[in-house]
Structure formats: structure tokens, C-alpha cells
């Protein structure tokens, strides 16, 4: 339908030169001074009055309103310091409630939203989604943008997005108006600089007069003085030159200060009254920022993984410069929050990622344009910068990190939600450049996952501004003949949650180390294990003979394969004896009765080899450095952490530690005891543990227990464990339906690998209270501690309490007669998943005649018990 064409911008004159104002217009006028914008304004909004238009004015600049006095509109007042997904939202949604028939609106400038980001590409990504909007609503909409202050990030995307724009000068007291675009209207004199006298805008016909008149307006590409930088770079150049300055004590400490806050708010954290923003201004000198904004793609934050490595870091040269001289040295680079942004504009997502956010198929939507981010196309010249960073690097192996506005903050973790993509970097530059290049492009997509998307709405997120940064790090390690990687790997807590000896002291924390990369030690590997470390006894462990030593070791090891280009697994013994240079005798120890054997076995060249880490944990500072690090750094968040690192050694025991992460360790409150019950019946007992318990100790009612029978499921085939997962999410996600359950199982939850447990994600299992484990898939599954993993960090995040049970440990029983024996509500719960009663057994409370179930779980003593009562009494301690 053919759009109006007898509206007008309020000076009857300028509406002829333009051949009139149609509905969807957005008309931009370029202006030196505000001033020469306001009388353009006043006219447009008189009209509205006399035309009888609802006019609505957004007001969210701090220069003087545009609004004349006393006229009539519908005023919003707007703070783009929110952010940006906050303050295009309340833009959008007021246009959407005042819908079509011409409505008219007035914008304050422009220019003011490049100062509040700081940023022309985010004032261009602004333009480039409001405007077509308006237009879809056939408004019409005035915008001011301030003459020669803005790169072409933001003039190319306004001037080829509006419908109209005019460039405003003046001479004396007379006004001058150059039509720069009218979309799809001409005549003869459009684009000749016209001179607006009274009532009258006739075009300029004399060339002494426009010689005169244009020469006197600045241009940019004839006038040095005019500055082509955005606010962006213009804050740092004058950051550079307070910096100048200082060094040479020329400048007030009040106008240092006032610069090293903007590139806080700029780079690291907005919100002043976050515990993030306080830690940074606490550590982050002026040069520092100017450091971070030297190694920027883009603009915008660089995320909270990445303001988390260079605090921890920050703090350490601060508090414990000997520790901080341990350090390995960073050469990262950071790619702004801003490229996010315009990566969605220029592929058409940004409406869809808006639109689905209170949609009911939400996860659908997300599907689809999880998979229109994979094939993106990157602006040029961001990929001009990624080319810059991989000829720095070299051949070097790189990882492209997620490090998003909301990850690693106080109380978010989003611990392995996002994609972080290892690059081998191996062949020709456009190769490696294409391989960089997909790696941001897998990260983006993340940020539209299934489990991403499920943790946002589990924990009141979804509608956050959440904006994806990268964080890219050379890979630490070295190369040994094809593959390469670091000697040991791993990550820390400064607080131990797992106390399964006596001799454990919580609060001196603890490690989860392994031979390798460190993907070894956040992921959980099901096919393996890894050295759990208390660090106030760093010799203890849990196995008791050598045999045990070396079955609950690490067999596995990833590495770089540099011929295959990739990420790989590979066995610990083909690994290092390929590595003649490795220091063994820290890493691994021998063990002799496995050589004894083969001795007597007449066997030759028998590896013996079992990664312990002793002599890395007793021949060296390290557990004690590793203590010193992660307590310093929670003494000062005030906040116990968590941290991931590698570990090079040099020459002999010398060694260097790369602090690669730093984040809160959202482990509430102190490990405590609680009250034990008085004796139990044998007979009420539906499970009971000697250990391993994670999490906080719990005595309480329970309403629910859902149970899979462990031998019923061991008969199922592969496709069926998969089915059972879903039908088990269904139970644990029941609309309305918070209850205190206890959710048990054989073998692994969250497990890859169906045939050592229940393959649920963690979207399906996140209301349980407490997760139990039971080692009766086989006999050679021992219950998964996945401390420090990211499966562990979920447990932890969502205030779950993990348990394990041992059947045939003398502290541990499954009563499978009496979970089986009580009444099954899983037919009344899921009518349609009747059939899988013999598989999964879900009791309620609620149907056991009077009586309720318990539970007891004590962290500190690794005892906890869930038993059937009508009362519950208490042993005094």
C-alpha cells in the first residue's frame, strides 16, 4: 500500500524542496550547534498541535530540551547509561504502543548516545534498528546529529539508513540547508544549498555566495583541526595525554581520576555500584586501561572473563609481588562487546534475537538463529584486526574465549554455557584466518544455546543485557615433536567444599589437576580422572592401595595435534613417551609393583608411569604458592574464588604458572554441622552415604524423590537412556511445581556417555535439592567427585547438594525393596509415560499415609541418610 504523502515537517516551505514529507520519513538534520537545530524542531512540533498529530518526545540528553514550552506531547524520559539493549527496548516499545497513523516523534541528539557508549558503531547499530522500524509504522521522526564529530561507523550507517537527511549551517543569523539525501524523490534543484528567510526557502543560485558560505562550513577532509575520531578514541587519546602528564606531575589528581573512571565504565564495568566496579577502581591504574585498550578489536567491554584474568593478576603484583613474579607473562587481546552487536545488525539477527526473548517458543526461535550465527559475515574491518592478531601470534595456537557482560560475575558464573574454541593455527594466513574466524563465529552462536538460554531463565536473566566479548589467549604450553601443551593444568578454589578427611582444612582450598590441557579438568570426562589436591595436605588422597592409585588416575591427556590442526585426546603413555623432554619424576611417579609383575612376567618395556603430581606437590613451592595466590585474591573480592591455570616447567623444578581465569566461587556460607537425627529404623532407610558430599550440610523434609531403578535402566538400550533423560526433565520441570526433591541414580548424571549413567542436561535436572550418584552401573564406576568441572560449578550455582553411594561401602546402603515398594506417581504426574514405571520410580510425600520423608547430609562428617518417618527427632551434639 502506497505510503501518505501530504504530511509535513512543519515549515511548508522545506516540505515543496523536499516534494513533501511522507509517513515513515525519518528526517536527520546534521547541525554545528544545537542551536541551529532548535528552530527546525520548534516548527515541527507547532505543527503537530495545529495538525492535531500525537507528538512523542524522547528526552535523554543533557543539553536543553527541544520540546517548546507548554506544547502538548508524550514525553519519555530515556537513560542510555542502562545500556544498550535496555534503551533501545523502552524506545521500541513505546512505538509499538502507539502503532500507525502518523504519529510524529522527536529525538534529542544523536550524538549525546555516542558519548553515553562510547561508541559511533553502537550510535550506527542505534540508527540502524530504530529507524527502519519508525518506518515500518509509518511515522514520521526528526533526529539531530552534531556536524564533524562521529567517524563514518556512525554517518555511513545514519545517511544510508534515513530517508532524509540535510546538512544545517549558517552564516550570520541566516540558516542554510543542503539536502544530502531525499530517498526516492528529485527535482531539478533539490540538492542545491537553499537559504531558509522567514516563510521562504528558495535554493542559492550565485556561486559567490555558496563559495562564500560553504567555505566557511569546516570539512573534514580539508580542515586538520576537525577531529575524525569518535568518543572512543577521543577518550583515550585524552587519557594518553593525562597519562603524559601525570608521569611528569602536570595534571590534578582529580582529572586523572576523572579519566581512569570513564575507561572503567568503558572497558570493565557500568554499573558504579557493582563489588566489580569497586575491585577494578581499587586496582586498575590509569595505564593499565590504557594497556587493555591498545590490545581492543572494536569497542565496548571486554567481559567478565576477561576482567577477571587481569584483576587476579592486578591484585597479585599489588599484594604479592613475589607470587605475581611466578607468574607466566599474558600477550592477550580482547575483542570488544560492540562487535557482538554490529555482527548481529549486519546479519539481520538483532530483531529476531530481540523478539524472542518473551516468546513462548523461545528455544525454537533460538534454534534457528543459533544456526544463522554460524554462517554470519564479519565486517571487513574487524577482519582486518583478526588478521593483525594471528601475524602477532605467529603459528602459536590460540584460544577464542567467551567473555560475556554477565559471565564471571558475583553470583552468575555461567560456568560452560558458552563456547571457548581452541585454534592450532596451523597453514597458510587465510587458513588460519578462516579457522579464527569460524571459532567467533561458534561463540556467538552459543550465546543462543539450549543450556545458555535454560540458565538465563533459571536464574531471572533472560531479559539482561547480555553481550558476548572475546578473550583471546595464546595456548600455554610448548611444542613436544607434533603436539603441544602445558606440562600441568588445572583449576583451583581458595575454599574446599569436600572435606572427606579429617586433616582437610576448608578454607585452605583446593586443586583439580591434570597432565595437559585443562580442558581435561573443567570438562567431565567420564572414561577418566583427574588428582583432586587438598592443599593443606597436598599428599592425601582418598585411594588406599596402588592398584586404586592408579585406577582413579588420569589416563587420558588432551593436546594440540599440530599436523591434524586440532584439539585431540590422546593416552597418557603415547603421549609422553613421544615426549622425551618431559619432567616425569614431578609429574608421575613409578609404580613398582606393576614393574615387579612385569619382571616376573618376563615382560619388557613395560610403562609404569602414573600421573600423581607428588613430586610437583612435594619437592616444590607450588601448593603453597598455589594457597598464597588464591587466598590473596579472595581476601581481596572478599569472596572465596575460583581459578584456572597451567603450570611450564623451565629448567630442573623452576616453574612458571599462567593465571588464565579468576571468577567468584559462588559456594554460599561456611561449611557447618547439623544436628544428627536420633536412631533410624535400618528399615526407613531409603539411601545412605559414607561420602563423597558436596555442598552445604541439609537437614529437611523432602517432598519428592524421583528414582531410577539401576538394573531396569541397565537393560535399556542407548536410544531408550536418552529418552528416559527427557522423561526424567518432564518430572523435574512440572509447571508450578517447586518441590524439594532428591533425584538418584546408577552411575554418572550429565554423563555423555549413556552407558555409565543417565545422560540428562543440566536444564532437566536444575530443580533437584540434592543429586545422588550410585555406583551400580558396573562394578569398575566409582561416584565422580567433578570438582572443579563445569558440571561441578552448576551443582554449586544452583545451591544443589551432590552425594555418592557406594553399595557394598560398610556407610553406604540403597533400600532398593523400599523405594521400589512405595507407591509410584509417576502414571498420575505423566499419564503418557505410564509404561516407564518399572524404570523410573517417583515418590511423593504426599502419598505415604501421614508419613514424610528426611533427609540428613552433614559435609563436614561425609554422612547424610534419606529415610521414611512421621517424625523426625534430633540427637543433641
Known amino acids: 500500500m502506497a505510503k501518505r504523502r501530504d504530511l509535513s515537517s512543519g515549515i511548508p516551505a522545506l516540505d515543496r524542496v523536499l516534494e513533501g514529507v511522507w509517513a515513515g520519513d525519518n528526517i536527520v538534520l546534521q547541525v554545528g550547534d544545537i542551536a541551529d537545530f532548535i528552530p527546525f524542531a520548534h516548527r515541527y512540533c507547532e505543527y503537530t498541535r495545529t495538525a492535531g498529530r500525537t507528538l512523542v518526545y524522547f528526552r535523554f540528553a543533557d543539553h536543553e530540551p527541544l520540546l517548546p514550552e507548554g506544547l502538548p506531547a508524550e514525553v519519555h524520559e530515556l537513560d542510555p547509561a542502562a545500556g544498550f539493549e ?203 586501561l590504557l594497556a587493555v585498550g591498545k590490545r581492543m578489536v572494536g569497542t565496548g567491554q571486554i567481559g567478565g572473563k576477561s576482567v577477571g584474568m587481569l584483576l587476579a593478576r592486578k591484585i597479585l603484583a599489588r599484594q604479592r609481588p613475589d607470587i605475581a613474579g611466578r607468574l607466566e607473562v599474558h600477550d592477550s587481546f580482547y575483542v570488544g562487546s560492540d562487535v557482538f552487536y554490529s555482527y548481529l545488525v549486519l546479519n539481520d539477527c538483532w530483531w529476531e534475537r530481540y523478539r524472542m526473548k518473551g516468546a513462548d517458543d523461545l528455544f525454537e526461535r533460538a534454534e534457528a538463529l543459533e544456526a544463522r550465527l554460524r554462517t554470519g559475515t564479519m565486517p571487513p574491518v574487524i577482519v582486518e584486526q583478526f588478521r593483525e592478531i594471528l601475524e602477532y601470534f605467529g603459528q602459536s595456537p590460540v584460544i577464542v574465549r567467551s567473555s560475556s557482560l554477565l559471565e564471571d560475575a558475583y553470583g552468575n558464573s555461567f560456568s560452560g554455557k558458552y563456547e571457548s574454541v581452541f585454534c592450532g593455527n596451523q597453514g597458510d594466513p587465510e587458513q588460519r584466518l578462516a579457522d579464527f574466524i569460524e571459532a567467533v563465529r561458534t561463540i556467538y552462536a552459543s550465546t543462543m544455546s539450549y543450556e545458555a538460554l535454560s540458565y538465563r531463565l533459571h536464574r531471572g536473566l533472560i531479559h539482561r543485557d547480555e553481550q558476548m566479548a572475546l578473550l583471546i589467549q595464546r595456548v600455554s604450553g610448548e611444542h613436544h615433536g607434533d603436539l603441544y601443551y602445558p606440562h600441568a593444568a588445572g583449576v583451583g578454589y581458595s575454599f574446599n567444599p569436600y572435606v572427606w578427611n579429617k586433616r582437610i582444612d576448608p578454607a585452605q582450598g583446593m586443586l583439580r589437576l591434570v597432565f595437559g590441557l585443562g580442558t581435561r579438568a573443567v570438562d567431565r570426562h567420564d572414561d577418566d580422572y583427574t588428582r583432586v589436591v587438598a592443599l593443606n595436605a597436598p599428599t592425601l588422597r582418598p585411594e588406599g592401595t596402588t592398584d586404586e592409585v592408579r585406577k582413579y588416575s588420569q589416563h587420558i591427556v588432551n593436546v594440540i595435534d599440530l599436523e591434524e590442526n586440532a584439539h585431540v585426546s590422546r593416552r597418557f603413555e603415547q603421549v609422553a613417551r613421544g615426549s622425551g623432554d618431559l619432567p616425569l ?162 552411575g554418572r548424571w550429565g554423563t555423555r556417555m549413556p552407558e555409565l549413567g543417565v545422560p540428562a542436561t543440566l536444564s532437566q535436572i536444575k530443580n533437584a535439592t540434592v543429586l545422588c550418584e550410585v555406583a551400580e552401573m558396573h562394578a569398575g564406576l566409582n561416584p565422580d567427585l567433578s570438582l572443579g568441572t563445569h558440571f561441578f560449578n552448576d551443582l554449586v550455582d544452583l545451591g544443589i547438594l551432590y552425594m555418592g553411594v557406594k553399595p557394598g561401602d560398610p556407610d553406604a546402603l540403597l533400600n532398593a525393596d523400599l523405594l521400589e515398594g512405595l507407591p509410584n506417581a509417576l502414571a498420575r504426574l505423566l499419564p503418557d509415560e505410564a509404561d516407564h514405571a518399572g524404570v523410573l520410580h517417583v515418590i511423593d510425600a504426599a502419598d505415604l499415609d501421614g508419613r514424610a520423608i528426611w533427609l540428613w547430609a552433614d559435609v563436614l562428617e561425609q554422612r547424610a541418610v534419606v529415610f521414611v518417618s512421621d517424625r523426625c527427632e534430633v540427637r543433641p551434639r
Not at 147 to 172: K, M, Y
Not at 711 to 728: D, K, V
Open 86 to 288: 535496555q534503551f533501545i527496548s523502552e524506545i521500541l516499545t513505546v512505538i509499538d504502543r502507539n502503532g500507525h497513523d502518523a504519529v510524529y516523534y522527536l529525538f534529542d541528539s544523536l550524538s549525546g548516545l555516542a558519548v553515553d557508549w562510547y561508541s559511533d558503531r553502537m550510535l550506527g547499530n542505534f540508527f540502524r534498528l530504530t529507524c527502519p522500524y519508525l518506518f515500518d509504522y509509518d511515522t514520521v521522526a526528526m533526529f539531530m546529529l552534531l556536524r564533524n564529530v562521529h567517524t563514518p561507523l556512525a554517518t555511513r550507517a545514519i545517511h544510508t539508513t534515513a530517508q532524509v537527511v540535510l546538512d544545517i549551517s549558517r552564516s550570520g543569523d541566516t540558516l542554510y540547508i543542503l539536502p544530502l539525501k531525499v530517498w526516492q524523490r528529485r527535482s531539478p534543484t533539490m540538492y542545491m544549498l537553499h537559504e531558509w528567510t522567514g516563510d521562504d526557502v528558495r535554493p542559492v543560485t550565485r556561486s559567490v555566495v555558496l563559495s562564500e558560505i560553504r567555505a566557511a562550513t569546516p570539512q573534514p577532509w580539508i580542515d586538520s583541526s576537525i577531529d575524525w575520531r569518535d568518543p572512543w578514541a577521543n577518550a583515550f587519546a585524552e587519557a594518553r595525554e593525562v597519562h603524559r602528564r601525570l608521569e611528569h606531575g602536570d595534571v590534578s589528581a582529580e582529572e586523572a581520576e576523572s579519566h581512569r573512571h570513564r575507561l572503567i565504565r568503558m572497558l570493565l564495568s557500568r554499573d558504579e555500584t557493582d563489588d566489580l566496579y569497586g575491585l577494578c577502581a581499587e586496582y586498575f591504574e590509569l595505564g593499565d
Open 585 to 746: 619424576g614431578l609429574l608421575a611417579s613409578r609404580d613398582t609393583e606393576l614393574e615387579r609383575r612385569a619382571r616376573d612376567a618376563g615382560a619388557r618395556d613395560v610403562f609404569s608411569h602414573v600421573l600423581t603430581f607428588d613430586g610437583l606437590l612435594t619437592d616444590t613451592a607450588f601448593p603453597a604458592e598455589m594457597h598464597a595466590m588464591m587466598s590473596t585474591i579472595a581476601e581481596a573480592y572478599r569472596h572465596p574464588v575460583d581459578i584456572e591455570f597451567t603450570v611450564n616447567f623451565l629448567e630442573g623444578d623452576d616453574y612458571r604458572i599462567n593465571l588464565l581465569q579468576c571468577r567468584p566461587f559462588h559456594f554460599a556460607g561456611e561449611l557447618t554441622h547439623v544436628p544428627r537425627p536420633a536412631d533410624i529404623p535400618p528399615n526407613t532407610v531409603l539411601l545412605r552415604t559414607g561420602g563423597p558430599i558436596i555442598g552445604q550440610s541439609l537437614a529437611t523434609e523432602i517432598d519428592r524423590v524421583v528414582y531410577v531403578v539401576p538394573e531396569e535402566y541397565s537393560a535399556l538400550p542407548t536410544t531408550a537412556r536418552f529418552e528416559l533423560a527427557g522423561i526424567i526433565g518432564r518430572v523435574m520441570n512440572l509447571p508450578g511445581d517447586a518441590r524439594r526433591t532428591v533425584l538418584a541414580g546408577p
